[in-house]
């Protein structure tokens, strides 16, 4: 799960990671009200109003601009509030903004330069291992600074038995070239950011740029948190921070109904139960010629309610020009399946796409029958190969 950059923060801030201090606002006026806030609290004169939704890359689209007045704050805020953001993270038709973060200038001027990192914590599956990875090349994609300056990329490995350990903290503040004050405020800086992605089970914390000011503060000016969605059951905290107006809302409801649903971009609908059968299918759907149009588990009480709840849920896609049930009878019976498969048909109507039904496992044979005569355009099939074929067929 993603939260938001201000709530990020916060959340940061409550483990002792200076950050840059903002106020989020939901319309104009807010936002005002939020700047003079900060002037008080603060002393900025300049204000950074930054678009809150779960994409990176903000500012090339025009989501992060600087007020020097609290106009421009007006101004600024009305016209990325209610806007359709589009970054290289979204979509072409973008995130719509219903929020905005207005925070402090922290780019203030002063007798050093200013300097940004990219910091960012994470899992490394390779080692099962979490991993702290760091750059001099703050404020860019890392990405791209992967593919022009690899060396300049660095990775501390934390030993799970023992946890971060203060030489490591040290290593990252010398590799960054720090010393005196902005050395010590960086090792503080580390401890901290790591202690809070331990600690709120997080998958990625990525904070880019980290800044160092001309006083030799250490500031995370942008914060980036996805958060193990396994782990929710234990902090609802970070469950209530749930932003689904920046989810797709048709895996959103499919959630909400117990189903585990991903949207694709092919034309095949995928009903399945089992993530590993549910890639298989996928597979030889695209060796078959089509394209899977979603990831849909039912799980393993695939009866005539959840059935007819997927059905809906994959007909909401237009692109959908055929539908592929493909239910491994184990924990739940196949003739089972295919009567709820029958009985969700005929709730729903008349269903526009063919429909291809392979059930193979406990009463396999008893469930062909039902949906062979059942006098539905349902087409059943024993094989999963038959019934890729059948897709193919069926989509000419």
Known sequence: ?????????????????????????????????????????????????????????????????????????????????????????????????????????????????????????????????????????????????????????????????????????????????????????????????????DSMDASLFEINPVLKTSDDKIIAVDSKVSLDANALFRHKDLAAMRDVREEDATEVEAGEAGLNFVNLDGNVGCMVNGAGLAMATMDIIKLSGGNPANFLDVGGTANAERVEKAFRIILKDENVKAILVNIFGGIVRCDRVAQGVVDAYKNIGEIPVPIIVRLQGTNAVEAKQIIDESGLKVHSAILLQEAADKVAEVLG
């Open 1 to 197: 799960m993603n939260i938001h950059e201000y709530q990020a923060k916060e959340t940061l801030k409550g483990f002792g990671v200076a950050i840059q201090e903002g106020i989020v606002a939901q319309t104009p006026e807010e936002a005002v009200e939020a700047a003079k806030k900060l002037n008080e609290q603060t002393g900025t004169e300049w204000w950074v109003i930054k678009a809150q939704v779960h994409a990176g890359g903000r500012g090339k689209g025009g989501g992060v601009k600087l007020a020097k007045s609290l106009d421009e704050v007006r101004s600024i805020s009305n016209d990325i509030i209610g806007m359709d953001l589009v970054t290289p993270q979204t979509s072409a038709e973008g995130k719509r903004v219903h929020q905005v973060l207005v925070a402090q200038d922290v780019y203030y001027p002063g007798e050093s330069e200013l300097e940004e990192f990219y910091v960012s914590v994470l899992l490394n599956r390779a080692t099962g291992r979490n991993m702290i990875m760091y750059s001099t090349e703050g404020g860019m994609d890392i990405e791209a600074v992967a593919e022009a300056t690899p060396h300049l990329i660095f990775h501390e490995e934390i030993d799970p038995s023992v946890g971060l350990q203060g030489f490591q903290a040290r290593k990252i503040a010398f590799n960054l070239g720090l010393s005196g004050n902005a050395f010590k405020q960086m090792v503080k800086f580390v401890f901290a950011l790591y202690k809070a992605y």
